[in-house]
C-alpha cells in the first residue's frame, strides 16, 4: 500500500499509515488522506465530516486519473489498504479518535464502492488499567496470496491482540496462540511494520520492545496467515546504545523483488537482505535464505560525512560594511542597518550616521554612489529604539518603539529623495 497525503496531514504508523494518531496522546483531527494501490494505478481519497474523524466520510476512487466512484459513506477509514484490482480494506473508530466509549471497524470497500462491515470489536478498559484510553492499532495489512486481514493491538485490554480475517467472506480466522511478542520484555512489544511479503502468502513483520532491565531491540518476524513463525530473527538488545532508536528510526524495510525482504541489524551497522524460498520439508512450508549485508549508517552520520559543497563564482558588485564606521575608509558603504535590492541590480540602503542621524544611500548596478543625503530627523529618546523597513524604491518605514515592546511603536513614511516625512496615524 502506498500512500500520498498533503501538507497538512501527519504522522507516519506502520504497515499502512493512519490519517491521525489515537494513542495516550491528545486526540488530533483528523485530515483528508490518499491511499494507493502498489502499482498506483487507484487511487482512494478519504475526506472526513467531522473533525476527529467519528461518523460518514466522503470517498472518491480513482483509477488511472478518472473517478472509478465517490459518494458518501457511513465510516471514516484512518487506515486503508487498496488493492490492485479496485477493492480497499480499512480500519475505523466507530467515534472518532477521541471516544472512549468506542469499537475498532474492520471493512471493505468492493471494486464498485460498496461498503461491506467485516467486524466491529468493543474497546474494553478494565478496571484499574492505567494505559491509554484505547487500544492502538498498531498493524494492519492484508495479503492477497492468502486472502487474509491481520490487525494487531499494542496495548491488549480488550484482551483481544491480534484477530485476522478472510478478506473474501470476513470470515475470522481462529486462533491457537495470539501475536508473537519480544520475549524479554516485560512492558510488551509493539509492531512497527506489518506488511504482505509480495508472492508469498507470508507477512513480514518489525516488532520493537522495551525491556525490564532496560534493554531495547528489534524482532523481525516472518508468519503465515495463522501466524505460525517461518522465520524469527531475535535482536532483542539492538538499540541498547544511545542514541541508536532515533538513528534506526529511519530505516524502512524494503519488500522487493518479490519474495525478498531487508532487517536492520544497528549493532553491526549492517542491513542484510533475505529470500523466502518455498520449501515443503520445512516445518510450515518456506525457509529463509541470507543473500547478504550491505554497510549501514544513519542519515545523521551520512551527513557529517558528505564533502562540503563547491564554492560559486559570484560576480563582487560592492562591499557593505555591517561593523562599526572605518574612519581610515572614504566609502560611503559603512553602518548599514537596513538595505532592498531594486529589480535592476541597484540597491537602496540605510546608514547610521554620527549621534541619531541616518543617510540614504543607492547604489547603481556596477556598485557606483547614485544618490546619497542625510535623512530626516527622528528624535530618539533614552531606552527608545529606531528601526528602518523599505516600503518601495525610494521610500520607507521609520519605526520609533521603546526597547522592551511596552507600548506600540510610532511610524513614519519617509521619501528618502525628496525629503518628506509624514507620521501613520493608527
Excluded at 193 to 199: F, H, N, Q, T, Y
Excluded at 254 to 283: C, G, M, N, Q, W
Aim: glycine share 10%.
Amino acid at each position: 500500500m502506498k500512500r500520498r497525503t498533503s501538507a497538512i496531514a501527519f504522522a507516519l504508523a506502520v504497515g499502512t499509515t493512519p490519517l491521525a494518531q489515537y494513542s495516550m496522546a491528545a486526540p488530533r483531527p483528523v485530515q483528508p488522506t490518499d491511499f494507493e494501490s502498489p502499482d498506483g494505478a487507484f487511487v482512494l481519497h478519504v475526506d472526513p465530516t467531522e473533525h476527529f474523524g467519528a461518523g460518514p466520510a466522503r470517498y472518491r476512487m480513482q483509477r488511472a486519473g478518472a473517478t472509478a466512484w465517490e459518494g458518501q459513506r457511513p465510516i471514516t477509514l484512518l487506515r486503508a489498504i487498496v488493492a490492485d484490482d479496485g477493492r480497499a480494506f480499512g480500519h475505523a473508530l466507530a467515534m472518532g479518535t477521541q471516544s472512549e466509549a468506542n469499537e475498532h471497524v474492520v471493512g471493505a470497500f468492493d471494486a464498485a464502492g460498496t461498503w461491506r462491515e467485516i467486524e466491529r470489536i468493543r474497546n474494553v478498559r478494565p478496571p484499574g488499567f492505567h494505559g491509554p484510553r484505547l487500544d492502538e492499532l498498531d498493524g494492519f495489512a492484508w495479503n492477497p496470496s492468502c486472502d487474509t486481514i491481520v490487525a494487531t493491538f499494542v496495548h491488549g485490554s480488550s484482551g483481544q491482540p491480534t484477530r485476522l480475517w478472510r478478506a473474501s467472506s470476513g470470515e475470522r480466522v481462529v486462533l491457537d496462540g495470539g501475536w508473537p511478542t519480544l520475549p524479554f520484555t516485560t512492558y510488551g512489544s509493539w509492531t512497527e511494520d506489518l506488511r504482505a511479503l509480495p508472492g508469498t502468502p507470508l507477512f513480514f513483520a518489525q516488532l520493537r520492545g522495551c525491556g525490564s532491565a532496560g534493554g531495547v531491540g528489534y524482532r523481525w518476524l516472518l508468519v503465515n496467515e495463522r501466524l505460525d513463525i517461518v522465520w524469527d530473527l531475535d535482536r532483542g538488545r539492538d538499540l541498547d546504545a544511545q542514541g541508536s532508536e532515533s538513528l534506526a528510526s529511519e530505516f524502512h524495510a524494503t519488500l522487493a523483488p518479490e519474495r525478498h525482504f531487508e532487517a536492520l541489524l544497528v549493532s553491526d551497522h549492517a542491513i542484510a537482505s533475505y529470500e523466502a524460498v518455498a520449501d515443503a520439508s520445512a516445518k510450515h512450508g518456506w525457509k529463509v535464505v541470507e543473500l547478504g549485508r550491505r554497510a549501514w549508517e544513519p542519515e545523521a552520520t551520512r551527513r557529517e560525512q558528505r564533502d562540503e559543497p563547491k564554492p560559486l563564482a559570484l560576480e563582487l558588485v560592492a562591499s557593505v560594511a555591517l561593523g562599526g564606521p572605518n574612519e581610515a575608509e572614504a566609502t560611503p558603504i559603512r553602518e548599514v542597518v537596513a538595505w532592498q535590492p531594486l529589480a535592476d541590480g541597484r540597491v537602496e540602503f540605510v546608514r547610521r550616521e554620527r549621534g541619531d542621524a541616518f543617510a540614504f544611500v543607492r547604489l547603481g548596478a556596477t556598485g557606483a554612489v547614485e544618490l546619497e543625503r542625510i535623512l530626516p530627523s527622528i528624535e530618539v529618546a533614552p531606552m527608545q529604539q529606531l528601526d528602518w523597513f523599505p516600503l518601495t524604491e525610494g521610500a520607507w518605514i521609520a519605526s520609533r518603539s521603546e526597547i522592551g515592546g511596552k507600548s506600540s511603536p510610532t511610524l513614519w513614511r519617509i521619501d528618502a529623495v525628496g525629503g518628506a516625512k509624514a507620521e501613520f496615524a493608527y
